[in-house]
């Protein structure tokens, strides 16, 4: 049996984060992970995925060029990038788990499951760890595709371990990272299927913003299928036959599911201390704790947004909550997303339907910025841009872009939301000209 102040469920983003604050508080840490360690934004999420798509976006923006000073054909070394992507990726589990030991936290890499309050269990070796308090981390995984055949598709996991890449796929599902890894295998040259069973592509984001990057898709070659309910998928000649209730039936050499992710919480035995769930996770109050005393639960396991940087606030909290209790509440206001097809989706604060569903007046600027020079000089990059402003006193309070650097603008926008700038105190800050960034102040 080991004792300790705070015992970690989870080595990823949001425990990691909270491991160094506690231990740098004087807290003796215990970390436990079934493994590989590092969790999903370093191995098999946001981190990877960026390699796949900063090659695929300077591919794209390279052919874009071609009729104008670049020379010669491009495309993507799918061997090469894989190994490149390794190279990042294969050394993070030993190297997270010697750097916390060297720094005096215990490692443990095995399944663990609470046997009654205060009380974790580890397996196979049967050790015991006790503390007064928990963090629970451990993430979130691929929604299972619960139909005949719904065993025979493959997860984004799958796709980022890809040896070569498949003449022709399909992905299940119209969200964010069916999206992603849709325009990654179409510029990398594969033909490319999305079926979503709703009316429109990302449903979560105006649509405004994701009709152009369905346009820009489509002439990638995306074949984007609206209301389409997958009710079956079978293997067939050319790999698989992803069948369809009303839209028919479609055929690649391989498909992946992204029907969302769901919390990975079923195995640790949280019946066992009382902490209350729902479908979207652990529920936590504005702390962070937990229906536990004792117990705080972040990060994608939690009942809150699936987001990396919303993790790292999140270990933060808790962590501050543990070593002064209830000094810290989340704040969840201008929190920056990225949707990385190309061109990006990017967006911060309130839309223009939420603002005019409230009591707010307000006064919306949007456009398109495919004439402005940075665009030109990409080859008629594909931008859009929509913000949103209090009308009496024209402070900011929301963005939201198309375009090919959208993920490094928004940031912009998020921080000037949260310092309570105005369009004209915004627009008047002398950036760094001519930039991507200077591009800003056209949208305000």
């Not at 294969?90 to 399944?111: C, L, M």
């Not at 009709?211 to 079956?232: C, H, M, N, Q, Y």
């Amino acid at each position: 049996m080991e004792q300790y102040d705070v015992v970690i469920i989870g080595i990823g983003t949001a425990g990691q984060t909270a491991a160094q604050a506690l231990s740098g508080a004087g807290k003796s840490v215990a970390m436990v992970d079934y493994g590989p360690v590092g969790g999903t934004c370093a191995l098999r999420g946001c981190q990877p995925k960026k390699y796949f798509v900063v090659n695929t976006q300077l591919v794209a923006e390279t052919r874009a060029l071609s009729r104008h000073g670049v020379a010669g054909q491009v495309h993507t070394d799918w061997p090469a990038l894989q190994a490149f992507k390794r190279d990042f990726t294969e050394p993070i589990p030993d190297s997270v788990v010697e750097s916390f030991r060297n720094d005096g936290i215990d490692v443990f890499v095995e399944r663990a499951a609470f046997t009654g309050p205060g009380t974790l269990k580890l397996e196979p070796s049967g050790t015991v760890l006790q503390a007064s308090h928990f963090v629970i981390a451990s993430g979130a995984q691929s929604r299972p595709l619960s139909i005949p055949g719904g065993e025979l598709v493959a997860t984004s996991d799958d796709f980022l371990e890809l040896e070569s890449l498949p003449d022709s796929m399909i992905f299940i599902g119209g969200g964010y990272i069916s999206l992603e890894f849709a325009f990654i295998a179409a510029i990398a040259g594969s033909r490319v299927t999305v079926l979503q069973r709703g009316p429109r592509m990302l449903p979560l984001f105006p649509a405004s913003l994701v009709d152009p990057v369905v346009e820009a898709g489509r002439k990638l070659g995306i074949s984007f299928v609206t209301d389409a309910e997958v009710s079956e998928i079978v293997e067939s000649g050319k790999g698989f036959a992803v069948r369809t209730e009303g839209t028919g039936s479609y055929e690649a050499a391989w498909v992946m599911s992204a029907i969302g992710r769901v919390p990975e919480i079923e195995k640790l035995g949280l019946e066992k201390i009382g902490v209350d769930t729902e479908s979207r996770g652990i529920v936590v109050d504005e702390h962070l704790q937990t229906s536990a005393e004792g117990v705080f639960a972040i990060g994608d396991c939690a009942a809150t947004k699936q987001l990396a940087p919303i993790s790292d606030m999140e270990a933060q909290i808790a962590a501050a909550n543990i070593v002064s209790p209830q000094s810290r509440r989340v704040e969840r206001e201008a929190i920056p997303s990225v949707v990385f097809t190309h061109p990006q989706i990017a967006s911060v604060g309130l839309t223009q339907d939420e603002a005019e569903a409230g009591t707010l007046d307000v006064v919306v600027k949007s456009g398109d910025g495919g004439r402005w020079p940075s665009s030109r000089r990409l080859g008629g990059a594909v931008v859009r841009y929509e913000t949103i402003a209090d009308a009496t006193t024209g402070q900011l309070l929301g963005a939201h872009i198309v375009g090919p650097h959208a993920g490094e603008q928004i940031n912009l926008f998020a921080l000037a939301i949260r310092r309570g700038l105005t369009t004209r105190e915004f627009a008047e800050i002398p950036w760094a000209y001519p930039t991507y960034t200077s591009d800003a102040k056209y949208m305000v």
